[in-house]
């Protein structure tokens, strides 16, 4: 144990002593940290992020098919599926998306659903029951038109007249993931929007009282009423899944890239003793260390090196994913949607990523080491002598 | 065989290169023994095959052929790392070249051959300041190494060759870079060390170290065969 | 698939560990050859210093092993999302059978190079490298199981295919299913906590008598017993101890407990586990190479340490798997 930590402080000192080259490696092997941790960091954020959306969504979306386009259903449905046993509550939703021609942006366009609570999320005051010509808009709406509480939001409806809605709350920074774009107005207001037709809604949610049926029923609805789709909740979570896991994957095996020219670097520092190294490891060889005694040695170099450059490159990349919002990765996530949140993520990291983050730096990092070290480690103990 | 003889070398011979082109024989079965307490000089020109004899009795690297006893134990055979162990707590080093290792403070230099064996940081600095005490260093103790004198870094090295308490002290052509003040201090502290019993064998082809008194025994070495004068 | 980030870590990392591998596997076959710890060459010498080289990979093998089998189970655990059916790593690992295989020999290969390791510790501390051979020879049979670990990883991660609806935990270890799993299920507790508690008592008794007397057959029973308190306990895991620390008469999984919901405290028991079998196991090991080696002292020495790590890890693997029983209010009483 003493001759570990003895060992030790020497690796420390002698890390010091060639400033220069170790911090070279230490700022690679941390750049290329940070880089790798920051994509991991980020997508498994908007993964959770998705996660908890949607664990407060419907078990079941019923929707209908229409020349294989999601078409509009009829409300005569909900008596339909509402028969079916296992079935609780069955409700209508109405949205849709507009296209604003002068922001370039699409917003997501809700009509004001039966049962919203006053929530934190949400800045300003809650329209009454009969109320219309307000809205409650998301942030991103709110900054695109540059608009504020009690300011006036004009629309283009279906015939090309100006809709002006006064807006009566904005929704707050920290919900943008889920209602950046959103616009939400009152349903006479939605029906002028997009002229929606008479007993018809954008789809259905259907509430099932026991989870595991949830498969059957959707078999049920498909059986009784061919022309709809019905969609579970654990299928939108499988989808969303596979996305943001192949998204932080592909961003991965680019940088794959990266992590090889950082081992080619590694290897050739390593390799490259200088004249000094190789005589010091002489000179402890000549003093009576042992060819093991000078590979842990090397161990606690190479170990202090990881550790550091490690631990700094997830910090940094916290820091710049749940700070700085992924400032540099800005340009690749901008094609995502046009109103890009610029969001405060919600910091979720766990041991997983750190183990896969390991994985991918230190391990080919130590691996591109151990031969140049052996290598040193067995300089003949006689060498300083021969001169 | 007489029970003071620490080393007896046996017919020892190494080879580089076996079986090449270049293959050269520095040493050829060369034979001599080291009593307990004695200074002992292999003499001879650069290039005779006299360092690369001091590393193979002072186990730093295994001879081709011959015996080495060490102690009543043929190391001849042994694998390194058991060498090393016995060359750890056997013998102390002195080299042509101080090679101390720059940067480090005197103190460190000095307890490097201490590292790998473990002992407490107690015992360590207990025995390093002793060391530094007798060899008159301890005002330098936290200083680097380079910017000492060359008198005062011939003593860190002295003192690192003594720090593990060994048997034997090796030097390798020890006065060759000092001047000849420098040299007569060196001489007068190995003195004192023979003194206190310490047994000492000295590679030179320096007159003024083979001829001075405390010398018991002179081997001459000459394309690697040795003869005792 | 492929493009998970956990799945590329794993490739990258059994691919590394292969080559490296590769590399002594060569550097082995040339000990095999050659060595001769008598002779003075040029040749030995290298070989000698090479020897170095194979134990350094070999501690860093070792190391790689222990990442791999955790981000392993992590990475299957974390993909159940995209299983129907699947709810934690038990179900993912059906979506494609040879899921089984991969964990298992992961195992297999994290016992290997424990032991491995154990070997060359004795190696080491004597002076004529007696066991030189021995590990190169291991080197040669570990290359093609840790590859055959890597192409069927490979394999799996491939054939995953998210339209399959798989069985999970639920279901499988059920008593109700067929196959291993669930046999290991249906074994009542009643009887799997004797056997479990007839093993371990076993296991500290011979660990005991080999502690203190010099036999060569305490230190193989031992050595016996250690394993097959390995294996009972797994299964006893999967019987009966996970039940506890869920507070689920029906919930049987190996896997949950490795959880954050659970405290992370499968870590702790499946690494005492692990120690205590590759420490005991090192004891019988040694016994039987006693014979090749000149130092018995060494021996005696290396024996007593082994064995009495393998008592500790024991008893603390006991103190975490007994904890809950102890001191929950939940009983399998009546199951």
């Known amino acids: 144990m003493i001759k570990h930590l003895k060992i030790l402080e020497f690796a420390l000192s002698s890390l010091l002593r060639r400033k220069l080259k170790n911090l070279a490696i230490v700022s690679v092997f941390t750049t290329v940290t940070m880089v790798i941790a920051s994509i991991l960091f980020l997508t498994h954020s908007f993964k959770k992020e998705a996660l908890l959306i949607l664990q ?39 949205w849709g998306y507009y296209y604003d021609p002068l922001t370039g942006a699409n917003f997501t366009v809700i009509a004001y659903p039966e049962g919203i609570r006053k929530t934190e999320i949400i800045e300003g005051s809650l329209p009454g029951a009969n109320e219309h010509g307000y809205c409650l808009i998301g942030s991103g709406v709110a900054d695109a038109r540059f608009l504020q509480i009690g300011d006036e939001l004009f629309l283009q409806d279906i015939k090309g007249r100006v809709l002006s809605l006064k807006v009566r709350g904005i929704f707050k920074k920290s919900s943008q993931i889920l209602t950046n774009d959103l616009v939400i107005i009152s349903r006479p207001d939605f029906d002028r929007l997009f002229g929606f037709p008479e007993g018809h809604a954008t789809d259905l949610t259907v509430q099932v009282y026991n989870p595991t049926e949830i498969q059957n029923i959707a078999g049920k609805v498909k059986k009784l009423l061919p022309d709809t789709r019905p969609i579970t909740r654990s299928e939108i979570l499988r989808t969303y899944d596979s996305l943001f896991n192949w998204r932080g994957g592909m961003l991965l095996a680019l940088f794959a890239s990266s992590v090889l020219a950082f081992v080619i670097l590694a290897w050739d520092k390593a390799t490259g003793l200088s004249a000094e190294e190789r005589q010091e490891i002489g000179i402890l060889k000549a003093i009576g260390w042992e060819t093991s005694d000078v590979l842990t040695l090397k161990f606690w170099e190479g170990a202090s090196i990881s550790l550091i450059s490690f631990l700094t490159g997830i910090i940094l990349a916290y820091i710049h994913v749940f700070y700085f919002s992924a400032v540099l990765f800005e340009p690749a996530l901008k094609g995502w949607s046009v109103l890009f949140p610029d969001f405060r993520l919600r910091p979720y990291v766990d041991l997983y990523q750190c183990f896969v983050l390991f994985m991918v730096t230190v391990v080919p990092y130590t691996a591109s080491t151990i031969i140049p070290s052996w290598k040193a480690a067995i300089t003949d103990p006689d060498s300083v002598m021969r001169g | 065989m007489n029970s003071d003889i620490l080393i007896s070398v046996q017919k020892v011979s190494k080879c580089f290169n076996r079986g090449r082109p270049n293959e050269i024989w520095p040493v050829r079965e060369a034979s001599l023994y080291v009593k307990k307490g004695e200074v002992v000089v292999l003499k001879g020109p650069s290039g005779s095959g006299k360092t690369t004899l001091l590393g193979l009795i002072g186990c730093m690297s295994r001879p081709t052929s011959g015996r080495i006893i060490l102690k009543g134990q043929d190391v001849a055979k042994l694998p390194e790392r058991f060498l090393t162990e016995i060359r750890r707590k056997t013998f102390g080093f002195i080299f042509q070249q101080f090679n101390l290792i720059k940067g480090i403070s005197v103190r460190e230099n000095i307890l490097l051959p201490l590292y790998p064996t473990g002992m407490s940081f107690g015992q360590m600095s207990e025995r390093v300041e002793e060391l530094m005490e007798t060899l008159s260093l301890s005002h330098r103790a936290g200083f680097p190494v380079e910017i000492l004198s060359g008198g005062e870094q011939q003593r860190v090295a002295i003192a690192r060759a003594l ?8 030097a390798d052509e020890p006065t060759a870079h000092l001047d000849s003040k420098l040299s007569m201090n060196l001489l007068e502290t190995l003195g004192l060390l023979k003194s206190r019993g310490m047994t000492i064998v000295i590679a030179t082809h320096d007159p003024l170290v083979f001829e001075t008194e405390m010398v018991d025994r002179v081997y001459e070495v000459r394309d690697g065969r040795v003869r005792e004068r | 698939m492929i493009f998970h980030p956990g799945i590329i870590a794993l490739f990258l990392g059994s691919a590394v560990v292969v080559l490296m591998l590769l590399y002594i596997s060569l550097l082995s076959v040339r000990v095999l050859r050659y060595w001769d710890i008598r002779s003075s060459s040029e040749l030995q010498l290298s070989l000698e210093r090479k020897t170095y080289l194979t134990s350094t990979i070999m501690n860093y093998i070792l190391g790689y092993q ?41 195992v297999l290969n994290l016992l290997l190079s424990g032991l491995w390791i154990g070997i060359n510790i004795l190696d080491q501390r004597s002076p004529e490298y007696p066991l030189t051979r021995l590990k190169s020879a291991l080197v040669l049979i570990l290359l093609p199981l840790i590859a055959a670990e890597g192409y069927l990883e490979v394999r799996y991660f491939l054939g995953l295919d998210p339209a399959v609806i798989t069985s999970c935990c639920g279901s499988m ?3 109700q299913g067929k196959g291993l799993a669930s046999s290991l299920t249906a074994i009542p507790v009643k009887k799997a906590e004797a056997g479990f508690a007839l093993v371990w008592t076993l296991f500290f008794i011979s660990g005991t008598l080999s502690l203190k007397y010099k036999v060569s057959s305490f230190k193989y029973v031992f050595s016996i017993i250690s394993v097959l308190a390995f294996v009972v306990s797994l299964a006893s895991v999967v019987s009966f101890i996970s039940l506890y620390f869920y507070e689920l008469p029906t919930h049987h999984c190996p896997f949950d407990i490795l959880q954050a919901d659970f405290n992370y405290v499968g870590y702790p028991l499946y690494i005492s586990l692990f120690l205590c079998t590759i420490t005991s196991m090192l004891t019988g090991i040694y016994e039987a190479l006693r014979r090749k080696v000149e130092r018995k002292d060494v021996v005696d020495r290396l024996q007593r340490k082994t064995t009495l790590s393998g008592l500790v890890f024991g008893l603390l693997f006991l103190i975490i798997s007994l904890w809950p029983m102890v001191f929950s209010s939940f009983t399998l009483q009546g199951y």
């Not at chain 2, 720090?163 to 090796?170: A, E, K, T």
């Not at chain 3, 159940?80 to 089984?100: D, I, S």
């Open chain 2, 163 to 170: 720090i593990n308490n060994p048997d034997i002290l090796m």
């Open chain 3, 173 to 175: 270890f059920s008593a």
């Open chain 3, 66 to 106: 222990i990442v791999s089998a955790l981000l392993f189970i992590y990475t299957v655990d974390s993909l159940h999302t995209e299983f129907v059916g699947a709810m934690c790593a038990t179900g993912v690992l059906n979506a494609n059978p040879v899921g089984w295989y991969v964990l298992y020999l992961k």
């Open chain 1, 56 to 94: 407060g969504s419907p078990e079941l979306i019923v929707q209908r098919i229409q020349a294989g386009r999601h078409a509009l259903i009829p409300l005569s449905y909900v008596d339909a599926i509402k028969g079916l046993p296992g079935v609780g509550d069955v409700r209508p939703r109405y």
